[in-house]
C-alpha cells in the first residue's frame, strides 16, 4: 500500500481503480531518514514486488533489505537507529515487522494484522501505524502498540475513518484527520462524493493514552507534526519521483538548495530473469554450453495402444540426452523394453539426432538414414523443451520475449521463427512448471504439446529439473526420471555422417504430388501403395462391386489418402467410390479417415473405435495446417462393427469380421472375400490369425497383409 493522503485513497476505492504492478514502471515511495542523517530507507519495485532499500546520503551502499517475492513498504526508523518497522505482505496478509537496520531479523509485530504506516514515538518505546478492519476498506483506523505487541490501543472514534497519523515533535501527542463514513449518493460522481467527503473532515490531536482529543488547523498540524522526508537536524530533505524521465530517489541541501538523484531507476527484473535467477543466476545458465541428461522412464505410444483410450508403454530401461548447443547438435538415445506386441524385438536401441538441419536415426544395429524435414525440425525443438536452453534462446540477440499474466501463473511467450514457446513460472519459485508450443498432429489437428518439469534439484549450482513429463493434450507420450545431470562435458560425436549430410531428406507423403502404385491381385481386386511410411510399405485394397468402389484402409496422412483415392476412380471410371473400411484405430492405419471423410464416403470400423472416430479423429480443429476435411468440411457417416458384417452384392460379397485374442489391438478387423477366399487383415499376429480363420471357418487362399505383398495360406 502507497502513502496515499486519504483523497486519493477514495478516488482509487471509488473509480475500482486497479492497476497491474507488472504494467507499471519502476516506482520509489516513503523516503525515511535514518536519525544520524546518514542513510535513507525508501522502498521501490525496481526488482519485482515492492521492498525495502536503504543507500547512503550521497549515494553509496544502495542495498535491498527484503525480499522482492512480496510487497514490503512504508518504512520508518527507530530513534535508535537500529531497527525499521514496515508493512509485509509476507504470507498473504499485510502486517507490522521489525528488522535489524541491515535487514536481519525480521519479525511481526503481533497484533498488527492489516497494519501500515507505522512510525516510532520520539521515546521508541510506542509504534503508531494505521490499520483497516478489513482489506479494501475505507474504514481507516489509527491504533498504538508496544515494539513486541502488547499495550495495544485505539484512537479516536472508531465510528469515523482515522486517516494520516502522524507524531507531534515531542511525541505528546498524534496528529490525524478524521473523515466520516459516507455512501455516495446515487448517480454522484466519484470526484463529488470524495469532494464532499473532504469537506466534512477535521484534523485532531489526541494523546497515545486516547486522552486530550481537540480539533487543530491545518497551520497548527504541520507545525507541530514530524515530517519524515526531513533529516533530523533539519540539512537535508530526501523526495521520490516517479516521472518516467527522473524516476529515483532523491536528496536536497536545504541551505544551498542543491539536489542530486542518489538512486537512480532500474527497470524491473522481467519473468525472464527472474528464471535464470531461480535456475542459478544468467550467467550460470548461458555459461552452459552441453548438457547430458540421463535415467530411466517410459515411452508411452497412445497412437498404437490396444484400445484407443488404452495405455501402451515402452520402458526405457536407459536413457540418454546429449545437447550441444553451441553447435546445435543433440542426440537422444534409449533403450525400450515393449510392454505391448510389436514387431520390433525387445529390448530396441534407437538414437535419434539432428545435426542443423539435418535429422538422422539410427534403430538397432542399423546404419544411419536420414529423416524428413519435419522430424528435424522437430528434434530441434527439444533445445527449447529444455529450460536451458529456452533461457539461451529467449536472451539470444534478435529473440521476441514478451511477459503475460493469467491469473496468479506469469508466463513467458518465445517467438522462435514460425514457432512460438510458452514457458509457465511457478509463482512461489520463479521456476518452470511447463514449456509448451501448439502444433499440428495428422490425427489429432491443433495439439498442444508441452512438457511439465519438477523435481528440481542443485547440479554444481545449476537448478535444474529431474522429472520431465512430455504430453500431447491429454495424452502422455514420455515419462523420464532423470538420475544424472551434467553440464559442459564431451558428450561424444553428435553429428550426423558424411553420406548422411550429403544424403537428400525421406519424402514425406504429400510432401510433392504422391505416385500411386496399382496391383491387381484378382479380376476386379487391387493393391494401391505409396512411398515407403515410417520406414514401411501401406498398402490399400480397393474391392469393385456392382455399384461402387470399397476401399480397405486410409493409412498414412491426407495426402497419401487423396492421391490413393483418386487412382481407384481412375480403376473403374465412372464408379464412385462408395466407403472405407477402417481395419483399427491405430493412427498409421487411420490417418487418412479424415481425408476420406472429406471425399463423402461412409467410415465402417470397429464399434470399439466408434466414439473415438467421432469424437477425436472427426472432431478435432485443424486450423495451423488446414488437412482436407477442415477445407472441405462434411457430416460423419459411421458404421460400427459388432462381430460381423456382410455387405452383399451381385458381383462381390464382401465379409467383415471382428478379430479376437490380439495383443496389438482389440478393436480390429478382418476382410474376407469369400468368392477370391481371399482375407485381407493389418498387424495380426500369426498365432491370431490362424485361430480367428479357424474359429471363423473361412476357407482363405490367399492371405493379403496391407504391409506385404500377397501371398498363399497358410502363411509361413
Known amino acids: 500500500m502507497r502513502h496515499l493522503t486519504s483523497t486519493a485513497c477514495l478516488l482509487a476505492l471509488s473509480a475500482g481503480a ?123 483506523r489509527i491504533l498504538v502498540v508496544r515494539p513486541d505487541g502488547s499495550g495495544l490501543r485505539e484512537l479516536g472514534d472508531s465510528a469515523k475513518s482515522n486517516e494520516g497519523p502522524r507524531w507531534s515533535r515531542d511525541g505528546k501527542h498524534v496528529i490525524y484527520t478524521e473523515v466520516p463514513l459516507l455512501e455516495r449518493l446515487p448517480n454522484e460522481a466519484p470526484k463529488d462524493f470524495v469532494k464532499r467527503r473532504d469537506a466534512q473532515q477535521r484534523t485532531f490531536s489526541i494523546a497515545p493514552d486516547n486522552t486530550e482529543k481537540q480539533p487543530i488547523s491545518q497551520d497548527e498540524a504541520h507545525r507541530l507534526a514530524s515530517d519524515p522526508e ?4 533539519g540539512k537535508w ?40 535467477k531461480a535456475m542459478g543466476g544468467k550467467e550460470h545458465v548461458l555459461a552452459v554450453r552441453t548438457l547430458i541428461v540421463e535415467g530411466t522412464g517410459e515411452r508411452l505410444f497412445f497412437d498404437q495402444a490396444l484400445s484407443p483410450y488404452a495405455k501402451t508403454n515402452n520402458t526405457l530401461t536407459a536413457f540418454r540426452r546429449s545437447y550441444d548447443f553451441a553447435n546445435r547438435r543433440l542426440l537422444q538415445d534409449e533403450t525400450r523394453e515393449s510392454r505391448y506386441v510389436t514387431p520390433m524385438p525387445p529390448p530396441l536401441r534407437v538414437r535419434g539426432g539432428v545435426d542443423g538441419d539435418v535429422g538422422y536415426l539410427v534403430v538397432g544395429d542399423g546404419p544411419m538414414t536420414r529423416t524428413s524435414a519435419a522430424v528435424a525440425a522437430d528434434r530441434s525443438a527439444e533445445f527449447v523443451y529444455h529450460p536451458i536452453g529456452f533461457v539461451r534462446a529467449a536472451y539470444s540477440p534478435g529473440a521476441r520475449v514478451t511477459e503475460t499474466i493469467d491469473g496468479s501463473t506469469r508466463r513467458i511467450r518465445l517467438d522462435a521463427g514460425t514457432t512460438s514457446f510458452t514457458m509457465d513460472l511457478d509463482s512461489r519459485t520463479s521456476l518452470p512448471t511447463r514449456i509448451s508450443r501448439v502444433v499440428d498432429h495428422v490425427m489429432l489437428g491443433d495439439v498442444t504439446l508441452e512438457v511439465e518439469l519438477s523435481e528440481w534439484r542443485d547440479v554444481a549450482g545449476l537448478i535444474v529439473p529431474m522429472r520431465i513429463v512430455q504430453r500431447e493434450d491429454r495424452w502422455v507420450l514420455s515419462d523420464l526420471r532423470l538420475t544424472s545431470v551434467r553440464a559442459n562435458e564431451d558428450p561424444g560425436n553428435l553429428a550426423a555422417t558424411d553420406s548422411v549430410r550429403a544424403s537428400n531428406p525421406v519424402v514425406q507423403a504429400g ?44 493409412p498414412e496422412n491426407d495426402a497419401r ?12 471410371p465412372g464408379k464412385p467410390i462408395g466407403q472405407l473400411v477402417n481395419t483399427h484405430h491405430h493412427f498409421d492405419h487411420a490417418g487418412g479417415v479424415r481425408a476420406a471423410i472429406s471425399e463423402g464416403l461412409p467410415i465402417l470400423t470397429h464399434d470399439a473405435n466408434a466414439d473415438f472416430m467421432e469424437n477425436v479423429v472427426y472432431r478435432r480443429r485443424h486450423t495451423i495446417r488446414p488437412d482436407a476435411l477442415e477445407r472441405n468440411p462434411k457430416p460423419l457417416k459411421l458404421i460400427a462393427v459388432r462381430d460381423k458384417l456382410v455387405l452383399r452384392d451381385s458381383i462381390r460379397t464382401v465379409e467383415l469380421y471382428e478379430a479376437t485374442g490380439s495383443q496389438h489391438s482389440a478393436s480390429i478387423l478382418l476382410v474376407y472375400l469369400p468368392a477370391e477366399r481371399m482375407l485381407i487383415h493389418a498387424d495380426l499376429e500369426t498365432p491370431v490369425l490362424v485361430e480367428n480363420v479357424e474359429r471363423l471357418g473361412l476357407r482363405v487362399g490367399t492371405l493379403v497383409g496391407l504391409h506385404e505383398v500377397p501371398g498363399p495360406w497358410p502363411p509361413r
Not at 531518514?33 to 530507507?41: E, G, K, N
Not at 546520503?57 to 530513534?79: F, H, K, N, V
Not at 526531513?230 to 537536524?233: G, K, P, T
Open 230 to 233: 526531513l533529516s533530523s537536524d
Open 237 to 276: 530533505r530526501a523526495f521520490t519521483s516517479g516521472h518516467a524521465d527522473s524516476a529515483g530517489v532523491f536528496v536536497t541541501d536545504v541551505m544551498l538548495h542543491q539536489t542530486r538523484r542518489v538512486v537512480a531507476a532500474a527497470q524491473p527484473p522481467t519473468a525472464l530473469d527472474d528464471v535464470a
Open 561 to 572: 489418402t487423396l492421391a490413393v483415392i483418386a487412382k481407384a476412380r481412375e480403376l473403374r
Open 18 to 140: 486497479a492497476e497491474s504492478q507488472a504494467s507499471r514502471p519502476p516506482a520509489y515511495y516513503n523516503p525515511a531518514w535514518a536519525p544520524d542523517a546518514s542513510t535513507i530507507a525508501f522502498e521501490s519495485n525496481r526488482e519485482g514486488k515492492f521492498a525495502i532499500y536503504t543507500v547512503g546520503r550521497d549515494g553509496s551502499g544502495l542495498r535491498r533489505l527484503t525480499t522482492p517475492d512480496a510487497d514490503a513498504e512504508q518504512p520508518s526508523w527507530s530513534p535508535d537507529g537500529h531497527r525499521i518497522v514496515f508493512s509485509w505482505d509476507k504470507n498473504g496478509l499485510r502486517q507490522l515487522y521489525l528488522m535489524n537496520r541491515d535487514g536481519t531479523d525480521p519479525r511481526p509485530i503481533p497484533n498488527t494484522p492489516l497494519g501500515f504506516y507505522a512510525t516510532f514515538s520520539p521515546d521508541g518505546k510506542t509504534i503508531l501505524f494505521g490499520a483497516q478492519d478489513k482489506p479494501r476498506s475505507p474504514h481507516y
Open 511 to 554: 510432401e510433392p504430388a504422391l505416385a500411386v502404385n496399382v496391383q491387381e491381385i484378382a479380376r476386379g481386386v487391387w493393391l494401391l501403395s505409396g512411398p515407403q511410411f515410417n520406414g514401411g510399405v501401406y498398402y490399400t485394397v480397393a474391392v469393385e462391386q456392382s455399384e461402387s468402389i470399397l476401399l480397405v484402409e486410409a
